[in-house]
T-cell receptor, first 115, second 112 residues
Framework: DTGVSQNPRHKITKRGQNVTFRCDPI?????LYWYRQTLGQGPEFLTYFQNEAQLEKSRLLSDRFSAERPKGSFSTLEIQRTEQGDSAMYLC?????????????FGPGTRLTVL | KQEVTQIPAALSVPEGENLVLNCSFT??????LQWFRQDPGKGLTSLLL?????REQTSGRLNASLDKSSGRSTLYIAASQPGDSATYLC???????????FGTGTRLQVTL
């Protein structure tokens, strides 16, 4: 399977715990995006990388959130001291700017539940 | 700030009907527009992408149009099938960062 993959698919944690999610983009895609989607809403942009550089962060990304993309390959999104309001689907997407129209391809998401 | 609105929020149609989903956006300075499908609890599947210079794109039974000047796009689904039941999301791409701004989606149910 050459699509975007995300792990884990589901995560249940207690309030105050730290969690980390991983995204593996389509190979050769140098742009990687993180979005968050709450129930009944469209996804909201969190942050994006071009290669290993994090070029933009949304105001939604509080200081409890950190994202990395070492070596410009996979990316991790860490949430520290989770809160119930962090419960959402976290979606990763990748794109290849020189490809057709910079189309973004999404992974299956990681559903986070904070108890 | 770009805002995207989708109407209707939900739609139920009998199998075989043709239908139109609407998307509007407030800032016409877009790079492109994508339509996605999302099944319950799943990720997003890209259906069609229209560049800002294009008027429409077609894929099978799907046709998407774009009127950038009026800030509108439509997704036309011909001869709907129960397997088309899903939430359809419209997203616009503005700026060099290419981040997408999404609408809240239209939940479609196609009944037998």
């Amino acid at each position: 399977d050459t699509g975007v993959s995300q792990n884990p698919r589901h995560k249940i944690t207690k309030r105050g715990q730290n969690v980390t999610f991983r995204c593996d983009p389509i190979s050769e895609h140098n742009r990687l995006y993180w979005y968050r989607q709450t129930l009944g809403q469209g996804p909201e942009f969190l942050t994006y990388f071009q290669n290993e550089a994090q070029l933009e962060k949304s105001r939604l990304l509080s200081d409890r959130f950190s994202a990395e993309r070492p070596k410009g390959s996979f990316s991790t999104l860490e949430i520290q001291r989770t809160e119930q309001g962090d419960s959402a689907m976290y979606l990763c997407a990748s794109s290849f700017p020189r490809g057709p129209y910079n189309e973004q391809f999404f992974g299956p998401g990681t559903r986070l539940t904070v108890l | 700030k770009q805002e995207v609105t989708q109407i209707p929020a939900a739609l139920s149609v009998p199998e075989g009907e043709n239908l139109v989903l609407n998307c509007s956006f407030t800032d016409s300075a877009i790079y492109n527009l994508q339509w996605f499908r999302q099944d319950p609890g799943k990720g997003l599947t890209s259906l069609l992408l229209i560049q800002s210079s294009q008027r429409e794109q077609t894929s099978g039974r799907l046709n998407a149009s774009l009127d950038k000047s009026s800030g509108r796009s439509t997704l036309y689904i011909a001869a709907s099938q129960p397997g088309d039941s899903a939430t359809y999301l419209c997203a616009v791409n503005t700026g060099t960062a290419s981040k997408l701004t999404f609408g809240t989606g239209t939940r479609l149910q196609v009944t037998l």
